[in-house]
């Protein structure tokens, strides 16, 4: 589904060139601060009535969404959490602005999404990385798209896989790594650009425990300095709740939302091992979990219904 | 292992000594290979000589070794009707490296560009499939005719065979880019153009690549096929003057000349996948090696 969806917004690149122009290509090594220029700065997500509908081979109309309707504040992070299935990879590609909405609408930073929306970033469970480019250069992809020169964007893609801890690798390539450096490497190439608004489709699903921990843990630290506005799809409820500002439950498919709730727990969190033992984690868990259950036993139903 | 379950240190020496071992075990496996290689390679040859020499088997159909010795080198020292063996070589060479950069070139650009467009390739697809099972080769009868007996019909045989095995490789190589990859690079405002430079291409290189080894072969059939329908130079058309004076042993000649040039040229694209899908995790092309 996601493979031809895909393709559906083929005509949405007219939009970027304006980027580079907007973008100054003076970033320094250091990096800190947002570029000046980037208007804004931080930007929120404003989703109304969204539906989705896509067209199956056989011809015939399958609602991924209807009616989601949700907000994200500038700079929070906000979770999605739902049942396999129930349009969670969909809503975010209506956020990128890869696909076009069936009805209803997407606002970031105030303008409505038409084509790819300027300054996203995502992040993928199956790693995206150019398994045919070395780690440095991988890295390089976002500054370099954006028409920075090469030797500045050199300088901060090093800059950069430091800060992810993976400095002396910058000649490897991404087979040569382990899945979590491979995650860092990703996750340095999401954030090189500075952007307003990330997008982490279940990013650390694949990893062991372990790794989820520090790589959570990473990613909240980088989170906190930068302050993208986040919308993080996963699984996991633990994840969902230590690291969010605010979890959207959505119901089995066609997907929509059910509850949100506001994560009240403080920041900065600290470890995300040591949060999941206190007593606010535990009831907030308990209570998404309640909402969630019945839509994952439907859909678990129904996906069982069909193989019989 | 188990000394390290009982809390031992593993030693230099002992590393050494380990280390050691694996090689000599990897010593005795390559030269078992090795004999086993020459082994059959006598046995054949030898046995093809003996078979002939008993008159078991017609030296007059079907060649004999020592035979074919003789023929490759009244090839290189006379020479032949139409010239040195090297001039005839040249020719065919000619010839077919042509063919293989015309048909790569070709099928590479319209591979990508079909591949990358899903209107293109539902209009033009069922086209391609037809005109890949007509037998193809019967075309050099047809490039004969039309452009006569120079080297240009022999090329645009070669290229025809070569272009769809690199066709269809280039085809599938763009439909099987990660669409996650491209996902990316375009939220990070990558053009078309750009998303072809960064991931398309360089994604389906690897198809393309493997697709080289086959395509040299093809092209190099085109060539002598084309030359033995109609040539007036060429290793084709030494062979098919062998045919006509019933001699099997030039017409061995001629294929262990092909052969070894073929070998050449097959690592010379083995160098070439090295260095483009350095990339790559080593086991893949190692297992193609053996």
């Known amino acids: 589904m996601s493979k031809e969806s895909t393709d559906k917004g ?128 991988n890295v390089m992809m976002g500054p370099v798209l954006l028409g920075t020169p090469k030797r ?12 992810v801890g993976l400095a002396g690798f910058e000649d490897r390539y991404p087979h040569q790594l382990s899945g979590g450096m491979r995650k860092r490497v990703a996750m340095a190439a999401a954030l090189i650009n500075n952007p307003r608004i990330l997008l982490m489709d279940e990013p650390f699903g694949a990893l062991d425990v372990q790794t989820k921990a520090i790589m959570q843990n990473e990613l909240l630290t980088l989170w906190e300095e930068l302050r993208p506005s986040v919308l993080f799809i996963t699984h996991d409820l633990d994840e969902a709740v230590a690291l969010s500002d605010r979890v959207v439950v959505m119901t089995s ?17 600290g470890d995300v091992q040591q949060i999941r033992h206190e007593e606010r984690f535990l009831e907030l868990q308990g209570r998404i979990w309640e909402s969630l259950k019945d839509e994952v036993t439907r859909a678990y139903a129904r996906t069982a219904g069909e193989a019989a | 292992m ?65 035979e074919i010795w003789n023929s490759l080198v009244k090839l290189f020292t006379e020479g032949t009707a139409f010239g040195t063996i090297w001039e005839n070589l040249w020719v065919t060479m000619q010839e077919a490296i042509l063919g293989f950069l015309l048909g790569t070139l070709v099928g590479v650009v319209l591979g990508i560009l079909l591949g990358s467009n899903k209107y293109l390739s539902a209009v033009v697809g069922p086209y391609i499939r037809i005109v890949n099972s007509i037998p193809r080769i019967v075309l050099g009868s047809i490039f004969i005719v039309a452009f006569g007996l120079g080297v240009f019909p022999k090329v645009l045989l070669a290229a025809v065979l070569v272009f769809f095995v690199v066709f269809f490789n280039a085809f599938q190589g763009v439909r099987e880019v990660d669409q996650n990859l491209v996902a990316n690079v375009r939220v990070l405002g990558a053009t078309p153009v750009q998303v072809a430079i960064h991931v398309t291409i360089p994604s389906a290189m690897t198809w393309i690549i493997a697709s080289l080894h086959t395509a040299f072969g093809f092209a190099i059939i085109g060539a002598l096929v084309a030359e033995v329908l109609g040539a007036q130079q060429g290793v084709g058309l030494i062979i098919s003057q062998a045919q006509g004076t019933f001699d099997p042993n030039t017409v061995f000649a001629c294929m262990v000349i092909i052969a070894v040039i073929t070998l050449g040229a097959e690592y010379l694209i083995s160098l070439l996948e090295h260095s483009v899908l350095k990339w790559r995790p080593p086991n893949r092309s190692e297992s193609q090696a053996i």
Not at chain 1, 97 to 107: A, C, D, M, Q, T
Not at chain 1, 256 to 269: A, E, G, N, S, Y
């Open chain 1, 10 to 137: 083929v005509a949405a690149n007219v939009a970027i060139d304006a980027r580079s122009t907007e973008r100054p290509h003076a970033m320094g090594a250091t990096h800190q601060h947002r570029p000046p220029g980037e208007t804004g700065a931080n930007a929120g997500i404003g989703i109304s009535g969204l539906t989705k509908r896509y067209l199956t081979p056989k011809g015939e109309t399958f609602t991924a969404i209807t009616d989601v309707t949700l907000s994200v504040e500038p700079g929070q992070f906000c979770s999605i959490v739902g049942p396999t299935g129930c349009g969670k990879s969909t809503t975010l590609a209506q956020v990128s602005g890869l696909e076009r909405p069936s009805e209803g609408s997407v606002r970031v930073g105030g303008h409505t999404v038409e084509g790819v929306t300027k300054g996203v970033s995502y992040m993928f469970q199956a790693d995206a990385l150019f398994p045919w480019k070395s780690v440095l250069n």
């Open chain 2, 2 to 66: 188990s000394a390290l379950a009982q809390g031992e240190t593993v030693t230099p020496q002992r590393q050494a000594a380990a280390a050691d071992a694996g090689k000599a075990a990897h010593r005795r496996l390559t030269r078992w290979i090795w004999a086993g290689r020459a082994i059959l390679a006598v046995a054949v040859v030898g046995g093809w000589q003996w078979f002939t020499e008993e008159g078991w088997v017609d030296k007059f159909f079907f060649g004999q070794p020592s």
């Open chain 1, 152 to 163: 500045e964007a050199t300088l901060l893609a090093r800059d950069w896989l430091r800060r």
């Open chain 1, 253 to 269: 498919s066609p997907g929509t939302v059910k509850d949100v709730f506001d994560i009240d727990l403080p920041r900065p969190r």
